[in-house]
Every structure is written in C-alpha cells, then in structure tokens.
C-alpha cells in the first residue's frame, strides 16, 4: 500500500472495504507501533464484519491511551468526503487524524508541529514529591546495605576473611559459635587463626 492510499483512507477519501483489508494488515504488521495504521486496521476490520475483529481488538485497545475515544471512533460511520469538504462525526471529540502529504509540502514533521503549536498546558515538577522520593530512596539504600545478624553463616565469615575484614570475620564467627555450639571448636580455632593474622 502506497502512502498516499493510506492517507485517502485515514483522511476519509476512500473507503474501508474488504479489498483494503489485506492491504491495511500488512502495513499494520510491518509497523506494530504505528498507532494510526492499527486503528484504521482495527475500524476497517469493524466496518467489514470481519471474525478477527474481536482478537485485533483486544491486542490494539492495550496500546491506545484513551480506550473512550477508540470506542467512539469504532462507532461512527466511516464517511467519505470531497478535498473540500470537512468531516462530520456522529459523536463529538472524535480523534481526527489529519496526515495530509502532498508532494509539494512534504512536511514530515507537520503533525509534531500541530501538537507543539497547540497549547497543551505545562509540565511542571513538584520539588516535595522529588525530595519523598529521594528520602524514601536512600533508606532503601541504606536498609539494603546494612547486614542482618540473622543471615551470617560460615560461608559469609569466611568471604571476610578473604577480603581482610577481620573484624566482620570475627564478629561473625563469634555468633556463628554461639548460634552452633557443636562447633564452637572449630569456630574457636578461626577465630585464634584471624586474631592472628589481624595482628601481624
């Protein structure tokens, strides 16, 4: 489907048909994020009667940000209209997908200059909002650095002795000692053995 066909469909100047069908799921396949091409695929499904309908549906409702306006677009009747002419919808606040192209303004970026000429509003930060997340942030950090006496085991001490943290060594043998006195013993001995190496 050449582009120029797509547009005439989008802007109302051919109409959906079964012919189209075809033509309509393999620019919406080769595009999946092309928003226009799935609802115009999805409207002309609608339009046709078509038993697949119900299944491109519910893939296409998922992406499309405002479910309201797809119901109502899927609603109207797709009506064609002259060059000249402007739509007239059932239903009000319709999205109007206007992606006119002609070869003598080959504006690529028209419709990004159509939302950034309309006033949208701003976007404004909330510093407070900023510092909660923040704080809330670094005493996840913070809770996620701190070691917990329950978890040490002699694997655990035996890593801080490798890594000449003799003291956390130590500190975990010594609880390992207490919280296994079978063998405290053993844990005795490595705790001989890093005091001295600690102190040489």
Excluded: W
């Excluded at 970026?109 to 939302?115: P, Q, R, S, T």
């Excluded at 890594?163 to 956390?168: A, S």
């Amino acid at each position: 489907m050449q582009k120029e066909e797509f547009f005439d469909i989008v802007n109302h100047k051919t109409a959906l048909s079964v012919e189209n069908t075809k033509e309509l799921k393999k620019v919406a396949g080769e595009f999946p994020y092309f928003q226009v091409a799935q609802i115009v695929y999805l409207k002309n499904l609608k339009e046709t009667s078509s038993p697949e309908f119900e299944t491109v549906l519910k893939r296409v409702a998922v992406s499309v940000p405002d479910r309201k306006r797809l119901y109502r677009f899927l609603n109207t009747r797709h009506e064609l209209v002259d060059d000249k002419r402007e739509i007239q919808a059932e239903t009000e606040n319709l999205p109007v997908f206007n992606l006119e192209y002609s070869e003598e303004n080959p504006s690529k970026n028209a419709l990004i200059d159509k939302f950034l000429s309309s006033d949208v509003g701003k976007i404004s930060r909330n510093p407070e909002a900023e510092n909660n997340l923040e704080r809330a942030e670094n005493e996840v950090i913070k809770k996620s650095v701190e070691e917990d006496d329950e978890i040490v085991t002699e694997t655990l001490a035996g890593i801080y002795f490798q890594q000449k943290k003799y003291d956390k060594a130590l500190h975990a043998f010594r609880k390992l000692s207490l919280k296994y006195p079978e063998k405290s013993v053993y844990f005795a001995s490595r705790i001989e053995e890093i005091e001295k190496v600690k102190n040489i």
